[in-house]
């Protein structure tokens, strides 16, 4: 199925700030909306506001630098909270309410008649400072689908750009997204954006689910931070999508995203995941014997992507025990040494038998090569 549109709703200024580690400073939301754009991202999308001070400074900081971006903010669905945020000088506004049952239960307590009601009049009032307008439904997959249709048709009326589902708590399956968001593009005119929280590992999944099904944004973070185990991470969005539909990529400067990735998680004190897509330390490398001789013959052997793009180089291990003769031939070559084929296997059988204790480090291994061949 080919998917015609994807825009990115870059969250790492909102939804990362309620990573568990991230305090982000006024340098560093400069430094990331700057990295951000130059990546090319649609929009970035803001903290509220009216969450601190702080915040709201922030906010007309970044509403007031340079970008290429569309600037966002994301607040409640209140006009206490948009009439603020309209004045911070930002493109649009994200407006979120909760439709769910437990929502409407527990927190706000809301029947959907009055969401309608509050919802058109945060809306309108949106519009009629000429910002971009999206209202979300915080909880969408535990939502009852007529109580979110209700509203969805409501508010579509008024010719938002977006609505918004979110799956807030990171329940559904790539199946059930699908689904729901066809139902929902069945019934709405505007464009659609999701929001994909990584609970069960599946928010990239989704995310890739509900572009299939026709939404037309969807939210990212820098390395997916955010509430709990976070969304969907930039990179791997970035990676699901080039190795599908690249076209729909290829508009990013994807050589930028090993910067991104590290930037972001020195600001938050953690390394870049080992299982990062793209940006992991380890994406490109390779190590059993099997898989180094055949990428050695030719990377697409084991690699879907070639680490070039993103402006990285691939890796071979060699110095430990699921080596193969190829991975030593190559590592002697880039020594300027030549191995006969007998000299080769011996050496191989060599190393095997020393790093059944422990890996060798590369200058141990080359030592060992260097001593290999007669003078
Ligand atoms: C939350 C809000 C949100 C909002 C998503 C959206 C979510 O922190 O609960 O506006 O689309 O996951 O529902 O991040
Ligand atoms: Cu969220």
């Keep these: 199925m080919t998917i015609k549109a994807f825009n990115i709703i870059e969250s790492t200024l909102r939804e990362g700030e309620q990573f568990a580690r991230a305090h982000f400073s006024p340098a560093d939301k400069i430094a990331i909306a700057a990295e951000l754009d130059a990546f090319g991202v649609e929009y970035l999308e803001l903290t509220s506001p009216s969450a601190s001070p702080q915040s709201e400074a922030d906010a007309r900081t970044i509403a007031a630098l340079p970008l290429r971006a569309k600037v966002l903010t994301h607040t409640r669905c209140h006009l206490d909270d948009a009439r603020l945020a309209a004045t911070t000088g930002v493109d649009g506004i994200d407006v979120l ?25 945060v809306v309108r009032f949106v519009q009629a400072q000429g910002l971009e307008v999206r209202f979300s439904s915080e909880d969408s997959f535990r939502s009852e689908p007529d109580d979110l249709l209700r509203v969805y048709r409501a508010i579509d009326r008024l010719h938002p750009q977006r609505v918004g589902l979110a799956d807030t708590v990171g329940i559904a399956t790539p199946n059930q997204v699908f689904e729901m968001v066809s139902l929902v593009r069945r019934n709405v005119d505007c464009d659609i954006e999701f929001h994909a929280h990584n609970d069960a590992g599946c ?13 037309t ?9 955010g509430e709990r185990n976070g969304i969907v991470p930039l990179s791997g969005m970035i990676a699901r999508l080039l190795s599908v539909q690249p076209d729909l990529v290829t508009k990013y400067r994807l050589d930028r995203l090993p910067e991104l990735d590290r930037m972001v998680a020195g600001m938050v004190g953690i390394d870049v995941p080992f299982n990062a897509a793209i940006t992991s330390e380890t994406a490109f490398h390779h190590k059993a014997g099997m898989h180094t001789n055949a990428v050695l013959n030719h990377p697409s052997a084991y690699e879907i992507f070639d680490p070039a793009v993103f402006g990285l180089e691939r890796t071979i291990m060699a110095g430990h025990r699921l080596t193969g003769w190829n991975a030593i031939r190559s590592r002697a070559d880039s020594l300027g040494l030549s191995l006969g084929e007998e000299q080769l296997r011996a050496l191989t059988a060599e190393v095997k038998r020393r790093a059944d204790t422990a890996p060798l480090a590369d200058d141990e291994l080359d030592d060992l090569i260097r001593g290999w061949v007669p003078a």
């Design 203 to 215: 928010a990239i999944a989704n995310s890739f689910a509900a572009l299939e099904a026709g939404a």
């Design 217 to 225: 944004h969807i939210d990212t973070t820098v390395l997916g931070i």
């Design 97 to 121: 309410f909760g439709t769910s049952s437990k929502m409407r239960a527990f927190s706000h307590g809301k029947s959907v008649e009055e969401i309608i009601e509050i919802g058109t009049e």
